[in-house]
């Protein structure tokens, strides 16, 4: 037995895992202050897309649309990538980035925005806005290709590289955190704070979390700055947490300017955030305080309250964003846990050369099945005629159905998350992202068992 990576045969898409690339560039978008995109395309592009975000952090989001009609996909519509620049400009007078967020039906049409963003820079901007300061940005995120995570990897990296300029050295660590929850960034705050770094948390989400305060303000914003993606040419280094979700804003920090990088590991888990650590002390020269010594030794003493106890042998089925689903896996793994079925939902090739696959494939010991260009319909075949039997599901919501008709308790994880109240606001990744997490999967397994009136020694327990 062994894993095995493969690409999913069926041509179309049942119930699909991701949305398309323009999702995930206006979600790199929100995490920066002062900024709205405007993503051309329908107007469905962004009415969806912020749904989802609303669904998924309960909050209100600013984002625009260029509204392309039946005429503009016939005759072009490079006109209201204009026109919706100069609205937004007079609108919101605070805005000074605005990401020109290209779709499909606009890619297909051939619409010239790098073009338009030059005549806008030369013509509008210098006769009705002489004096401000206003930074457009084209992104090209064809939606029929690639997926959120594609569309988000992309955005970073068009944004950094936009802003980045060398300068004197700052002394700060760039962290490009991929796409977490609010609560994710408090956790990774924390860890950087005990150590003593100063960190530039790129396209910052933590205020996503926002207050509804006494004057009614209920709209967030992200608090990654103009100046802090100006910085980042000038750190002392790059981690990116994700492969697929920032790796290639930080190969170009590297590439460009000679910023030392590290790529990964997502530090879900113990043994994946030992490994960050380390890689915060070799950037920085900082030492791993005994604080968090001591923090990693609770955490390591909660999991084992649960590991062999309660899950060893028990089988899993994950999907969602790659990164996210990977180290998921390695967690479930070192829990003693059975990941059978990991679906990746787009059409990245490179997937099988991702050295934690091909890890996965030297170690694991088992029938693994690892699936690319996946939907979640590779699961539900596999539950309903393929004889998979499983004791748990890990995914966003999308999935609950699955879980519904099967009658197989589900940890909701990834985005978005909807059908669950609060999950942002608590951590996967880190020491206490690890406990809550693994304490998550054994109370929702014990809640199956109360479910279905099964007794004790379904969970090790004599």
Known sequence: MSCEVKEKERAGIINPIFTCQPAGAQFASIGIKECIGIVHGGQGCVMFVRLLFSQHFKESFELASSSVHEDGAVFGAVHRVEEAVDVLLMRYPHVKVIPIITTCSTEVIGDDVDGAVIKLNEGLLQEKYPGREVHLIPIHTPSFKGSQVTGYDVAVKDIVSYFAKKSEPNGKLNLITGWVNPGDVTALKHLLAEIQVDATVLFEIESFDSPLMPDGSSVSHGNTTIEDLIGTANAL????????????AAQYLQNEFDIPTIIGPTPIGIRNTDTFLQNVKKLTGKAIPESLVRERGIAIDALTDLTHMFFAEKKVAIY???????????????????????????????????????????????????????????????????????????????GRFISIEYNIPMVRVGFPTYDRAG?????????AGATWLA????????????????????????
Not at 241 to 248: M, S, V, W
Not at 368 to 376: G, K, P, R, V
Not at 382 to 389: A, S
Not at 423 to 431: A, E, F, M, Q, T
């Open 423 to 431: 999950l942002y606001r608590h951590p996967i990744v880190g020491y």
């Open 237 to 248: 280094g790059t981690i990116a947490l994700n492969r697929y979700e920032g790796g290639k």
């Open 320 to 398: 969602g964003n790659p990164d996210l689903v990977i180290g998921l896996a390695e967690f479930c793994l070192d829990l003693e846990m059975k990941p059978m079925l990991l679906l990746l939902g787009d059409d990245n090739k490179t997937y099988p050369d991702d050295p934690r696959i091909k890890e996965l494939q030297k170690n694991v010991d088992y029938g693994m099945e690892i699936i690319t260009n996946a939907d979640l319909w590779e699961l539900e075949n596999r539950i309903k005629n393929g004889g998979l039997e499983l004791d748990l599901i890990l995914g966003h919501s999308k």
């Open 439 to 462: 304490e998550e999967m054994a109370n929702t397994l014990f809640t199956d068992m109360e479910y279905k009136k099964n007794k004790e020694w379904i969970l090790n327990v004599w």
